[in-house]
């Protein structure tokens, strides 16, 4: 009964790897809202492994390691493949890239920066209510709405700005930086339901709602900026 039950978390965790898989091939073939499906499908999934390791008390190390390997193809690759097509809008060859222009491959820092920051979770004790530097997840989502936002622009000139590979490149490099610096960002992680104990959750739970529903993708963006400034006030809001 035992083996069963902790075949269940992983089983789901497995899920969030076949989400991130077919997020890349989505990528590969300029599918980005059907990428962005996959990936926030692979996060749903990958908060839901945790949560049934908690609840069927069978946490364990191998689940913990399998769980960041996920992460690192739904939250690291996606993204960085993302970036790579964006900053290859001729569509080079590889070869061609190798060759002539390396712009794209900023965007592979981006997955390289993922894995660093889930090595480090693995072996940091510290995060247990909070988290030290952004999680990839939420770093994945905030730069699949780049190319979202291409889509369902919500201003006028944003797209030239979006599509500056100046703007890219830099960006690219921030989502490493806020990955793998020592912010501390509180856990979006219920332990129970009360009001006292997780009011901050319920707040940006229903700004996230709202941001969301006014601005679409451009709200999706300016949550997770919300949420990597509220590192800034750790302190202060807890």
């Given at each position: 009964m035992k083996s069963i039950k902790s075949f269940i978390p992983n089983a789901i965790t497995a899920l969030n790897l076949l989400s991130g898989l077919l997020a890349v091939i989505a990528v590969l073939e300029n599918e980005i809202l059907l990428a962005m499906l996959f990936?926030?499908?692979?996060?749903?999934?990958?908060?839901?492994?945790?949560?049934?390791?908690?609840?069927?008390?069978?946490?364990?190390?191998?689940?913990?390691?399998?769980?960041?390997?996920?992460?690192?193809?739904?939250?690291?690759?996606?993204?960085g493949l993302a970036i790579y097509k964006m900053l290859n809008p001729s569509g080079f060859t590889l070869v061609e890239v190798l060759l002539f222009d390396q712009l794209p491959l900023v965007g592979l820092i981006i997955p390289i920066g993922a894995a660093f920051r889930l090595a480090f979770f693995n072996i940091d004790t510290r995060q247990t209510?909070?988290?030290?530097?952004?999680?990839?997840?939420?770093?994945?989502?905030?730069?699949?709405?780049?190319?979202?936002?291409?889509?369902?622009?919500?201003?006028?000139?944003?797209?030239?700005?979006?599509?500056?590979?100046y703007f890219l490149v830099g960006f690219s490099v921030f989502i490493v930086t806020v990955m793998n610096a020592p912010i501390k960002l509180f856990s979006l992680k219920f332990i129970n339901f009360s009001w006292q104990e997780n009011k901050l959750r319920y707040f940006f739970i229903v700004l996230s709602v709202s941001l969301l529903l006014s601005l679409e993708f451009a709200g999706l963006a300016l949550v997770i900026l919300t949420y990597i400034l509220s590192g800034f006030f750790y302190k202060k809001l807890f």
């Open positions: 990936v926030f499908t692979g996060i749903v999934f990958d908060f839901f492994d945790g949560f049934a390791a908690r609840i069927l008390h069978v946490k364990s190390d191998m689940g913990k390691q399998l769980d960041s390997l996920a992460d690192l193809v739904t939250s690291g690759v996606v993204p209510d909070h988290f030290i530097g952004l999680p990839t997840p939420a770093a994945a989502l905030l730069v699949l709405s780049i190319p979202c936002m291409l889509i369902f622009p919500t201003s006028d000139g944003l797209k030239e700005v979006l599509l500056s590979p």
